[in-house]
T-cell receptor
């Protein structure tokens, strides 16, 4: 069965520091992979996606993610975090390209220290 | 860009009443919409897949008679929580898939339901 694991429930970083959020997936075929960000009480905003091709994906707000098939990972990175990046981050896998259902990880809550 | 609107953004109702939440794709036609439920500090749980003009497909464990989904047009899907009880209180989020093969979903801002 498809699954997504985000090992870190909470992460705290100082403003200006680098960030890496981990995501591991289990899926039989080449997955569609996504990172979304959710601010409190809000819906989800797409940061970036991977379908195929270049394994290093650039997204909005200075985020990037790297697909590593051998590690079944799709970690999200940002070289310098801003206070406005504090939010909940969800990794998702497109579980079935025919139905376009997503399976979400449990999320990582990012706190940014001034 | 693709925009999905949810209404209402929050609603409080008495136990036993029914509540309808709307999900609209504002600038594109959505052949498929999805409804999720999110408990506090938890992930999104897919409830059902809504296809325009056909019955919704519910995930295992989701009561289809409790959560009625209608997708009457290419821009509107509704979720009705029938005979709501306090345990139905949650954050409900919809997403819509633009037609044409794009495997990208656009999410609404969510609707917070509180049942007293």
């Amino acid at each position: 069965a498809q699954s997504v694991t985000q090992p870190d429930i909470h992460i705290t970083v100082s403003e200006g520091a680098s960030l890496e959020l981990r995501c591991n997936y289990s899926y039989g075929a080449t997955p569609y992979l996504f990172w979304y960000v959710q601010s409190p009480g809000q819906g989800l905003q797409l940061l970036l996606k991977y379908f195929s091709g270049d394994t290093l994906v650039q997204g909005i707000k200075g985020f990037e993610a790297e697909f590593k098939r051998s590690q079944s990972s799709f970690n999200l990175r940002k070289p310098s975090v801003h206070w406005s990046d504090a939010a909940e981050y969800f990794c998702a896998v497109g579980a079935d390209s025919g139905t376009y259902k997503y399976i979400f990880g449990t999320g990582t809550r990012l706190k940014v220290l001034a | 860009g693709a925009v999905v609107s949810q209404h209402p953004s929050w609603v409080i109702c008495k136990s036993g009443t029914s509540v309808k939440i709307e999900c609209r794709s504002l600038d594109f036609q959505a052949t498929t919409m999805f409804w999720y439920r999110q408990f506090p500090k938890q992930s999104l749980m897919l409830m059902a897949t809504s296809n325009e003009g056909s019955k919704a497909t519910y995930e295992q464990g989701v009561e289809k008679d409790k959560f009625l989904i209608n997708h009457a047009s290419l821009t509107l899907s509704t979720l009705t929580v029938t005979s709501a009880h306090p345990e139905d209180s949650s954050f409900y989020i919809c997403s819509a898939r633009r037609g044409g093969g794009a495997n990208v979903l656009t999410f609404g801002a969510g609707s917070r339901l509180t049942v007293l």
